[in-house]
Nanobody, 126 residues
Framework: QVQLVESGGGLVQAGGSLRLSCAASGRTFSSDVMGWFRQTPGKEREFVAA????????YYSDSVKGRFTISTDNAKNTVYLQMNSLNPEDTAVYYC???????????????????WGRGTQVTVSS
């Protein structure tokens, strides 16, 4: 089992920045990819960013590329999401996720992730 706890969400004005953190515990070594997703009411969970545990591969959705940066600190078992140039469309609950071992799903598919945090709210005001 892997436990994930997000923090760092809050209210920020458009153009501002936030950094989300995700502390992982448990069998973290079993997941090869850590990711961030977001969700707004009435919509499906949307892929934001992911990073391989090795650090070699990084993935971003087109909507956040160039503005968000995912990073990991393996020593601390923590994943970060630095979010810059935020706009109201980024308002959502942000979830940290750990990919299921051996998953064959595409990296951007939420179904490939077996472990999820409870989420942290990010609100961007105009």
């Amino acid at each position: 089992q892997v436990q994930l706890v997000e923090s760092g969400g809050g209210l920020v004005q458009a153009g501002g920045s936030l950094r989300l953190s995700c502390a992982a515990s448990g069998r973290t070594f079993s997941s090869d990819v850590m990711g961030w997703f977001r969700q707004t009411p009435g919509k499906e969970r949307e892929f934001v960013a992911a990073k391989s545990r090795s650090g070699v591969s990084t993935y971003y959705s087109d909507s956040v590329k160039g503005r968000f940066t995912i990073s990991t600190d393996n020593a601390k078992n923590t994943v970060y999401l630095q979010m810059n140039s935020l706009n109201p469309e980024d308002t959502a609950v942000y979830y940290c996720a750990a990919r299921s071992p051996g998953s064959l799903r595409v990296i951007t598919q939420s179904g490939g992730y077996g472990y999820w945090g409870r989420g942290t709210q990010v609100t961007v005001s105009s």
